[in-house]
C-alpha cells in the first residue's frame, strides 16, 4: 500500500466541502504522525538486527571467566578428619593450621608399642629358637621319608623318575632351610642379642608412627582465602583425597572464549577491555596465545545458539582487580580494540 499525502484535503486542510474547518490543520498533523509512528513500529526489529550486524562487523566482543589462582587441598595419608580449623572465606597465612585429622589404626599400634615397652618381660628368644629347630627337624624328616617312598614305588614301577627327582629337590629345600638356620644361630645371635634387636625394631616403629601421626595435620602451604571445605569433621578420607579449595593472593587471569574466526585478535599483548557486571571498563592484554579449544560454558552461551566451541585465550589485568570482583568464575565480557574505528581516529 502506498500512502500519499497530496490529496486535496492536503493541499486545502482547512477547507472541507467549501466550508471552513477551523481545526482541520491539527486534524491532518496527527494523522500523518500516526502513520509515521506506525512505519517506524514495523521498521524497529529491521533497524536493531541492522545495527547489531554492523556493530559485529566493526567490533569483536567474546565472553569470558575470571580466573583466581586455586589450590586444592588433599589429604596426605589415609585418615579420619578430626577437626577442621577454618570455614569458607576465611583469610589465612602461610603455616595457618586448617584440618586436624587422626589414623585410628595407628593410634592402637602406639598404644600397643608403648604397651610393651612398659612390659619387664621380653620375648624368649632361646624357646622361639629351639621350636624354629625342631619345625625344621621336622620337615626334613617328612621329607626324607618321602624320598624313600618314592623310590620303594620306582622299584615297582609305580613311579616315575620325575616324581622321585621333584621328592629330592624339596629334601633339599628344607634341609637348605635347617642349614641356615642353624648358621643363623652360629652367627652370635643369642637371646640378649634377640631381645636388643626386638627393642630396637620397636622404637624404630613408634618413632616412624609418631612421625607419619605429625604429618597426618595440615597447614596452609600459601597465604589466600578459603574458597570451599569439601570433606566434614568425622569423615574418613583416603590418600589424595580433596579437603578444602584456598584461592592465593595472586593476580587474578582472565579466560576468552574467542571465535576461532577472530583468531587475529588472540595474539600476545593484544589491547582489549573488559565489561564489569556494574558496567564499568578494565583494560587488559592478552597474555598468550591459546593452545587449546573447550566449549562455551552453559551460563555464556547465547539464547537460542547452539553449543559451540572457543579460543582458550588467557588474559591478564593491566591494574588491580577491585576486591569486589575478585570472584571464581565470575562471568564478564571483553571488547578488543577495532581496526575500523582506529582508520577513522575513534576509540572503542
Do not use: C
Not at 629347630?133 to 626324607?144: D, M, N
Not at 589491547?271 to 566449549?295: C, F, H, I, Y
Not at 552453559?298 to 588474559?315: H, M, N
Request: aromatic share 6%; hydrophobic share 45%; no cysteine.
Amino acid at each position: 500500500m502506498k500512502i500519499r499525502f497530496d490529496s486535496p484535503k492536503e493541499r486545502h486542510p482547512t477547507q472541507d466541502n467549501g466550508l471552513e474547518v477551523l481545526y482541520a490543520p491539527g486534524k491532518r498533523l496527527a494523522f500523518r504522525l500516526r502513520w509515521y509512528l506506525i512505519l517506524l513500529l514495523i521498521m524497529l526489529p529491521a533497524l536493531w538486527l541492522a545495527g547489531r550486524y554492523g556493530l559485529d562487523m566493526i567490533r569483536v566482543e567474546a565472553p569470558a571467566l575470571v580466573h583466581l589462582p586455586t589450590l586444592e587441598i588433599r589429604a596426605r595419608q589415609a585418615g579420619r578428619v578430626q577437626a577442621i580449623e577454618v570455614k569458607a572465606g576465611d583469610h589465612v597465612e602461610v603455616g595457618s593450621p586448617l584440618v586436624q585429622m587422626d589414623n585410628p589404626e595407628w593410634d592402637l599400634r602406639l598404644a600397643v608399642l608403648d604397651g610393651a615397652q612398659a612390659s619387664t618381660t621380653p620375648p624368649r628368644a632361646g624357646n622361639l629358637g629351639e621350636q624354629n629347630r625342631a619345625v625344621l627337624q621336622s620337615l626334613v624328616a617328612r621329607a626324607g621319608q618321602r624320598v624313600s617312598e618314592v623310590r620303594r614305588l620306582l622299584g615297582q614301577g609305580a613311579a616315575t623318575r620325575g616324581e622321585l627327582l621333584e621328592a629330592q629337590n624339596a629334601m633339599d629345600s628344607r634341609q637348605a632351610e635347617l642349614l641356615a638356620f642353624e648358621r643363623s644361630l652360629a652367627g652370635g645371635i643369642g637371646a640378649a642379642s634377640e631381645s636388643e634387636r626386638y627393642a630396637r625394631q620397636q622404637a624404630a616403629e613408634r618413632q616412624w608412627l609418631a612421625g607419619q601421626m605429625a604429618n597426618l595435620n595440615i597447614s596452609a602451604p600459601r597465604a589466600g582465602r578459603v574458597a570451599e571445605v569439601i570433606a566434614a569433621e568425622g569423615e574418613n578420607v583416603g590418600p589424595g583425597t580433596p579437603l578444602l579449595r584456598l584461592e592465593q593472593d595472586g593476580p587474578p587471569q582472565l579466560w576468552i572464549y574467542l571465535d576461532p574466526k577472530d583468531v587475529e585478535h588472540a595474539q600476545p599483548g593484544s589491547a582489549l577491555q573488559v565489561r564489569m557486571p556494574d558496567g564499568s571498563w578494565v583494560k587488559a592484554q592478552v597474555a598468550s596465545t591459546a593452545e587449546s579449544a573447550n566449549p562455551l560454558p552453559t551460563d555464556l552461551r547465547k539464547p537460542f545458539s547452539s553449543p559451540t566451541r572457543g579460543l582458550l585465550v588467557p588474559v591478564v589485568f593491566n591494574e588491580p582487580l577491585p576486591a569486589e570482583w575478585r570472584i571464581d568464575s565470575l562471568p564478564v565480557r571483553v571488547r578488543f580494540g577495532d581496526q575500523h574505528l582506529r582508520l577513522f581516529g575513534m576509540a572503542f
